[in-house]
């Protein structure tokens, strides 16, 4: 399984970036899927998360009304519009994918990690 995040960069505070993780070697219309983001020297932490099937999306409540997840199952890509950035959006950005959704969701138990993508909201 190989998930290949990209999109990353830097941008003003108030910037939009859109972030894409491209899924291959698993049947991806069968996972939930996540993002999550880490500051060095702090915890992996939740950002959102799309389930399967009816493509239900949760939020951490430090992104929600600013960051829109979706997903492309015919392209197995699974995208985060990030937007109204703030500083304390700057992080390595993960995404993530598991068959279950509480996994999904979850830091210590994600099936599936991708390669990081570095987000920059310069002040």
């Known amino acids: 399984v190989q998930l290949q995040a990209s999109g990353g960069g830097v941008v003003p505070t108030g910037g939009c970036l859109r972030l894409?993780?491209?899924?291959?070697?698993?049947?991806?219309?069968?996972?939930?899927m996540g993002w999550f983001r880490q500051v060095p020297g702090k915890e992996r932490e939740f950002v959102a998360r799309i389930s399967r099937l009816e493509s239900s999306t949760v939020y951490a409540d430090s992104v929600r009304g600013r960051f829109t997840i979706s997903r492309d199952d015919a392209k197995s890509t699974v995208n985060l519009q990030m937007n109204s950035l703030k500083p304390e959006d700057t992080a390595i950005y993960y995404c993530a994918a598991d068959e279950s959704p509480y996994r999904a969701s979850n830091v210590d138990h994600v099936h599936y990690w991708g390669q990081g993508t570095q987000v920059t909201v310069s002040s």
């Open positions: 894409s993780c491209a899924a291959s070697g698993l049947t991806f219309s069968g996972f939930h």
